[in-house]
């Protein structure tokens, strides 16, 4: 058969658009939305993402293409606020946060919600999803090459095919707040990006959590204005210079208040204080406010006003919680008589978590609720009290679960007492189906809370935490997850040949938790040592941990994991523990 010049040009022109094109392409609007995560980024951010990734696993790069160039291809996945899946998705209202992944005949839609005011919350978590779910892709924690070799939290199976057809997913986080010690403002940018496919952190609700609000006050006003400050038993002021974010307020002075919605005005009037909230600016809507941390009673204010609402004979959670919660309220009525549409936010916190009983809490008073056990509440009583408190602040709040947020103080023992690990998936599953109806908000200090401020050296004990950092974010998205599925996934993925020996070591940490519970008025490092992991117990975890690393090739990433995992989420305890018996050997 013979063809013309011309029909060849048109055939050669035909195929090779179909070679160019065979691949599937990501299209964007040509105005992309810009993102809640990462600040400042759009939708591209989203399809660099997507593409990077298609490629590891692939080894295809994808075209990023703009919605009206899109016609001269096919197949194609639309990414975000694409005109395309505005016309596919008519009629959809979606969640706060909720991603879709849908097939479209021969193309893929990729989207999410949008807020009220144009920010996409949802485009990000579906290409994660997709990626997961489509290329077996996980982040199961941070790859951050400074700190340990690259490569070992991330697993990107190696795949021949790209399936764009049959899908059809709508999730959204069951939690509407998910943050914690790797945050919007605990690391830089660079480490978040990095931290956020693992954890999938983020918040739709409309404001954050109080803290660190009175860190710059002994520097504004401990010359001019010392009575602003914690008086002890004697009224005597004793300035701590040395920790100057260790100096706390005098709520029973009627100068702070004064001073503080002075200088709301002064912030609204375009010269605030400097620093004057610490990281926690007011804005338009709310206020926040919380004493500075360290604050025991010994410490707190004990000028006459002040003491004749403390409580030192009370159980410690309510020492305070008069004091506290009735300046919170006096601040909160202040600002609701200048200005009628903001709201304060507070801590309940150490001994003021405890709902106050004779403070009546104004509409305009919103708490975020510290737990100080609740890792421990396989115990009964610390159950019974943790949530009682939950249960007291939202009716205190109105049941009302915008107005009440929880902060899971989770430093305790492995920042102070022991290097112990301790894995608790079950029992935080329990916590959130339990509270959820009562607040859908958390903040998880349970990574490490003082990443930012270690040394190097240091901040590698953090690393002990990775797993149930991982396996709370899957709770946090979803508390009906499958814990043992979890589980099983993780120690599949990351650890080869010796997965099923990986995944024994976790269940028995898990075990030796969330099966024995701290007894009260019990010296917890006693009990760890001889109760939780008596010498025989440390004995077995490490012979596990020797079978899994002959399980796998020197060479072999397997192998690394294994390692990491045993050189830090375990061989410092072990080596506690050892030095401990030896100790009690020669006693």
Partial sequence: MKFGIKT???????????????????????????????????????????????????????SVIKE???????????????????????????????????SAENDLILCGEISSDGTDRGTLFAVYEYLERALGIRWFFADIPQYYPDGLGTVIP?????????????????????????????????????WHP??????SLPYRNANHTQINWYKLYHETHPEYFAKDIDEQINFNTRLPHRNYICPGTPGVLEQMINNLSDADNGNPPENGWGPCPPDK???????????????????????????????????ASELVFDFAARYAEAIRARWPERTLVTLAFNHYRKPPETIKIPENLNVVYVTKLMHYANDQSIWNEETGYVQQWSRLLKNDPNRLRIWLNIV??????????????????????TNLKYSNAYFINGLNPYLTRLDDKSRMKALATFPMVYWQSRLLWNPDTDVEAQIADYSDKLFGEAANTMQKIFLLLTERWEQLPLPPETDEATFIHTVRYPREKVAQITNLFDQALAETGNDTMAHRRVAFFYNH???????????RHRGQQEQ
């Fill in 158 to 194: 190696k795949n021949q095919t790209l399936n764009l057809s049959g899908w059809n997913i709508r999730d959204y986080p069951r939690c509407r707040q998910r943050e914690g010690g790797i945050s919007y403002y605990y690391e830089p940018l660079d480490i978040q990006k990095k």
């Fill in 68 to 102: 009206s160039e899109a016609g001269n291809y096919q197949p194609r996945i639309w990414l975000g606020n694409t005109g395309f899946a505005g016309e596919h998705l008519k009629g959809i209202v979606f969640r706060p946060e909720e991603l879709l992944i849908r």
């Fill in 569 to 579: 989420l375990w061989q410092p305890f072990a080596a506690e523990s050892l030095q």
């Fill in 412 to 433: 305790n023992p492995a920042q102070y007492t022991s290097r112990v690990p301790f894995i608790y998936p079950h029992l935080f599953q329990k916590w959130l189906r």
């Fill in 285 to 319: 809507n709310f206020v926040y406010f919380a004493f500075n941390d360290g604050m025991t009673l010994q410490k707190t204010c004990h000028c006459p006003q002040c003491v004749r609402l403390l409580r030192p004979a009370a159980p410690e959670p309510g020492q």
């Fill in 198 to 203: 693992v954890l999938r952190f983020g918040s």
């Fill in 8 to 62: 060849g040009v048109l055939l050669f022109c035909f195929f090779y658009k179909a070679v160019i094109f065979a691949e599937p392409a990501i299209v964007i609007a040509d105005a992309p939305s810009s993102l809640a995560f990462p600040s400042g980024e759009t939708v591209r951010y989203a399809a660099a993402f997507l593409q990077r990734y298609i490629q590891e696993a692939t080894g295809k790069k994808l």
